[in-house]
């Protein structure tokens, strides 16, 4: 546990109390009356309702779109399943960046349903909702979809015999089983929206901020710094408390069930009814999934006078960034592969151990820990890469005008995917492998190397995948530490939407369309790979 609670100790505990600190205090002494005057404020208020208020609208919208899918996953077996599996998580892996951009070519001004029937819905609540049900689908599918596929069908069965009707029988047999599944994915959604910033950030305009976004705008915009605290130990508190139910309804989730094969448990789509509700998913897929990307890409390729790659080609360019870049937009790419890559390293070393140690170890302490893992994934990324700035900045860790920044924001993010990939696998080794191995003579090391490693490479190369995509789209932090002369895709998509013009416009169309076919690749690769149940992810 010694490197994973040093790693989390200097780059993420350390520059969040820093820059929480440098906001509440004033010459050596803690002003706490100032989070009394910033939540007294009317515009943080509105701040705080609206940030709660579309968390939970956007997490009841999520599932009740995504739990008919996850029903048709688990339940139906038909052509082109697994492709299709892999297709709906697509949208959880891309930057949130990409996401705002591609509803933004589907719902902005000019966009296509601007250009089919006249309706523009960026700069509204409904936008935001709609590309957090796009972006969070496939946590309802995967969470929710994956028990329910192992439960055994013969108790509902049974219950229909002994005189249930259809609905009586899933209410009481069916739901109270999956209920912690659906508890452990809506919280999941629930903290994603709840924190959302790329999103909101492009779809919402002026009109409409979250706390990720208003922590930004007070920090990055106007350096009020009081203000920017208060609200991040907000967000850190609700975030906490999130964290904690989770947790809980995990534990209740892994209470004994009857659990099949799910190979048993899929069947032929029968009857009208099957059919009709199969039809309605692929064609939900299809329009909140499929059509996004699909107008992302055709606007990337949309240039007066037809469909050609004038915007890619512009990539090459800098002066055709506007002034946006001190190098041509197309470094970006490679500038994030480079990053990503080395942040993949980083939280395979830093989440491997810590996987390994929970492994190993029980009691409040490893749980407490387990959950500290996992609030990088809730706390202000804008937070974190501010801390960054004004915390590693003297020796032996001056760090600011380093490359390593920006890895190091990255692993943050890829640290808990890869404990959450890597923890069940690892607990399935039977502990009695290794101390056969040590019997015979093998030192800690080769025991690893020997025992656990031939069962986990699999789940290690799918967490490795995991690290990569969520490194590569990281927006929050980097956008602070990236520097000019190397920007990330994320980043620079970001800055070109900020800029007006057609070819800005076109530029960060076809940059989103290359980060999103990378993050799709990535993905595919990572369904042909993994293995059965392997993580929560």
């Not at 049974?158 to 009481?172: D, K, P, T």
């Not at 810590?354 to 202000?380: E, H």
């Not at 789209?473 to 013009?501: H, K």
Request: contains cysteine.
């Amino acid at each position: 546990m010694a490197v994973p609670v040093a790693f989390f100790a200097v780059f993420f505990a350390y520059p969040v109390v820093a820059i929480v600190g440098r906001g509440l205090k004033a010459d050596g002494v803690w002003q706490f009356g100032r989070i009394g005057e910033v939540l007294s404020r009317p515009d943080i208020l509105d701040v705080l309702w609206f940030t709660t208020w579309q968390a939970l609208a956007s997490t009841a919208l999520t599932l009740l779109i995504a739990l008919p899918g996850a029903y048709v996953f688990a339940r139906f077996d038909f052509p082109g399943k697994q492709l299709l599996r892999a297709v709906v998580t697509v949208p959880f892996v891309l930057p949130t960046v990409v996401v705002g951009t591609a509803f933004l070519a589907l719902l902005g001004r000019g966009g296509f349903l601007d250009e089919l029937a006249g309706v523009r819905l960026d700069t509204t609540v409904w936008a935001i909702l709609l590309a957090h049900v796009f972006f969070n689908y496939a946590v309802v599918v995967r969470t929710v979809g994956g028990l329910w596929s192992q439960l055994d069908p013969r108790q509902e069965e049974a219950a229909r015999v002994l005189g249930a009707g259809r609905f009586a029988a899933w209410r009481r047999v069916t739901l109270p089983a999956l209920a912690p599944a659906v508890a452990a994915a809506a919280l999941m959604v629930f903290l994603f929206t709840f924190t959302s910033f790329g999103v909101v950030q492009i779809l919402g305009g002026p009109a409409y901020s979250t706390l990720e976004v208003e922590i930004y705008r007070q920090t990055a915009q106007l350096l009020d710094l009081p203000t920017a605290a208060v609200l991040t130990m907000v967000q850190f508190a609700a975030v906490g408390a999130v964290l904690a139910v989770h947790a809980w309804t995990v534990r209740r989730r892994e209470a004994a069930l009857r659990l099949v094969d799910p190979a048993q448990t899929a069947r032929r789509p029968r009857g009208a009814g099957q059919r009709a509700l199969l039809g309605g998913v692929l064609l939900t897929v299809l329009v909140l999934i499929l059509l996004p990307l699909g107008v992302l890409v055709e606007r990337s390729l949309d240039v007066p006078g037809g469909h050609r790659l004038d915007y890619y080609r512009a990539l090459r360019s800098v002066d055709a960034s506007g002034g946006t870049f001190l190098v041509a937009p197309l470094e970006a790419i490679w500038n994030s592969l480079q990053y990503a890559l080395v942040a993949t390293a980083i939280a395979l070393v830093v989440g491997g151990l810590a996987a390994a140690a929970l492994t190993r170890r029980a009691g409040r302490l490893v749980r407490g820990f387990d959950a500290l893992l996992m609030l990088p994934l809730g706390v202000s990324a804008v937070t974190v890469g501010f801390g960054f700035l004004i915390t590693l900045d003297k020796p032996p860790l001056d760090l600011r005008t380093s490359w390593i920044l920006v890895p190091l924001a990255q692993a943050l993010v890829g640290v808990p995917f890869v404990v959450r990939t890597m923890l069940p696998v690892l607990r399935s080794v039977d502990g009695r492998l290794r101390e056969a191995a040590t019997v015979l003579g093998a030192s800690p090391l080769r025991a690893w190397r020997e025992v656990d490693l031939p069962l986990v490479r699999r789940a290690l190369l799918v967490a490795a995948g995991f690290a990569f995509a969520v490194s590569l789209g990281e927006f929050g932090a980097t956008v602070f530490i990236a520097r000019p002369d190397n920007p990330t895709l994320p980043v620079a998509v970001a800055r070109l939407l900020g800029r007006s013009g057609e070819l800005n416009y076109g530029q960060a169309m076809a940059l989103s369309t290359v980060l999103m076919l990378v993050c799709a690749v990535s993905l595919l690769l990572l369904e042909r790979i993994r293995p059965d149940r392997s993580g929560e992810f």
